[in-house]
């Protein structure tokens, strides 16, 4: 778009992060983590797209995406997963945003390095990312009753989230074996390149959808 204002580097880290939490409700929804009646339709990126009306659920979920929001301006996220998980805590889907970022390539962390996307370009690729989404239904196995599930935050190299051991932390520490899906097939979602940032997004599904976490023993 000519003349359009180029995003900077914290610009898109904001989007970025209103694009997460918009995209775990949309999940939830359209993977049935909850009943569809708890869910609201409102409009985002210039579609449709559901909101879940608890208040805890929302809580946990917007207090999630604001803790990994310093470590993303930061460029120390590497990835962030949605896991949805059985009654039994077995990892049946993990959807991921994988995120490759420049600033941690740099002793400065950039905030006024510019993307090569402006607002309304940003926007139309998290328009897309979520039509891809609420495809899902269409190249994915039908989950079973009891389901939940876990936000994860994989971060670059050993750092630690800048609000690990804080009072009232949304962040405690993982295993990545609690959150690994089991014989995974691979779907690719979709990719967007910012410049300054690169994200894509893939769903790995269970070879067969198990029920319990002694199916996960070979």
């Not at 797209?49 to 470590?71: F, G, Q, W």
């Not at 897309?128 to 495809?135: D, I, P, R, W």
């Not at 893939?202 to 996960?216: I, K, M, R, Y």
Request: proline residues 5%.
């Amino acid at each position: 778009m000519a003349g359009a204002q180029m995003l900077n580097y914290v610009e898109i880290v904001d989007v970025l992060c209103e694009f997460f939490e918009v995209a775990v409700h949309f999940i939830l929804y359209h993977r049935g983590v909850y009943p569809a009646d708890l869910f609201e339709t409102c409009r985002k990126y210039g579609i449709a797209v559901k909101r879940s009306r608890h208040p805890d659920l929302n809580s946990y979920i917007s207090e999630a995406v604001a803790a990994m929001k310093p470590d993303m301006e930061k460029g120390l996220v590497k990835k962030i997963h949605i896991v949805i998980l059985s009654d039994k805590y077995a990892a049946l889907e993990r959807f991921t945003f994988e995120i490759k970022s420049l600033a941690n390539r740099s002793p400065d962390p950039g905030h006024q390095r510019q993307g090569s996307v402006s607002i309304s370009q940003l926007q139309d690729h998290l328009r897309a990312f979520l039509m891809k989404l609420a495809t899902c239904e269409g190249y994915l196995s039908n989950l079973p009753q009891g389901i939940t599930f876990r936000i994860h935050v994989e971060m670059e190299e050993d750092f630690v989230p800048a609000s690990m051991g804080s009072e009232g932390s949304a962040w405690v520490p993982g295993d990545e074996d609690e959150i690994r899906v089991s014989n995974p097939s691979i779907v690719p979602l979709r990719t967007v390149d910012m410049g300054a940032i690169r994200v894509q997004m893939f769903v790995e599904e269970a070879g067969l959808h198990v029920t319990s976490s002694d199916d996960l023993i070979a």
